[in-house]
C-alpha cells in the first residue's frame, strides 16, 4: 500500500519562506513522478509543481515560477517543495501526489494521494 505524507506546513508572514517534505512510502519510488498540489477554500485544487521521477525534468504554472522549487532524493524517498516569498494568495491545503506516469501528475490525475498539509500565509 502506498502511503505519502506531508509535512512542514505552518503559519508564515508574507514574504517567508516555507519547505514542505512528503515522505513516500513506496517501492518503486526512483520510477515515479511527484507532484505538489494546493486548495484554498471554496476553490479548485490547483497544480504546483511536478518532478519527474530522476528529478531531471519539473515544471511550475506561473502563479509560482521562479518562487517554488520541487526537488526530491531517491535515497530518502521524499520529496520537497521549496517556497519562498509567500504571499497570502498561496494560503491553502498542500497535497503531496504520485504516479509511474508524468503526464499524469501534470494532469492532476494521480493514482496517489497524502492527505495534505495546511499553509498559512499572513499580510
Known amino acids: 500500500q502506498v502511503q505519502l505524507v506531508e509535512s512542514g506546513g505552518g503559519l508564515v508572514q508574507a514574504g517567508g519562506s516555507l519547505r514542505l517534505s512528503c515522505a513516500a512510502s513506496?517501492?518503486?519510488?526512483?520510477?515515479?513522478?511527484m507532484g505538489w498540489f494546493r486548495q484554498a477554500p471554496g476553490k479548485e485544487r490547483e497544480f504546483v509543481a511536478a518532478i519527474s521521477w530522476s528529478g531531471g525534468v519539473t515544471y511550475y504554472p506561473d502563479s509560482v515560477k521562479g518562487r517554488f522549487t520541487i526537488s526530491r532524493d531517491n535515497a530518502k524517498n521524499t520529496v520537497y517543495l521549496q517556497m519562498n516569498s509567500l504571499n497570502p494568495e498561496d494560503t491553502a491545503v498542500y497535497y503531496c501526489?504520485?504516479?509511474?506516469?508524468?503526464?499524469?501528475?501534470?494532469?492532476?490525475?494521480?493514482?496517489?494521494w497524502g492527505q495534505g498539509t495546511q499553509v498559512t500565509v499572513s499580510s
Open positions: 501526489a504520485a504516479d509511474l506516469q508524468y503526464l499524469k501528475v501534470l494532469a492532476g490525475n494521480c493514482d496517489y
Open positions: 513506496v517501492r518503486t519510488f526512483s520510477t515515479t513522478a
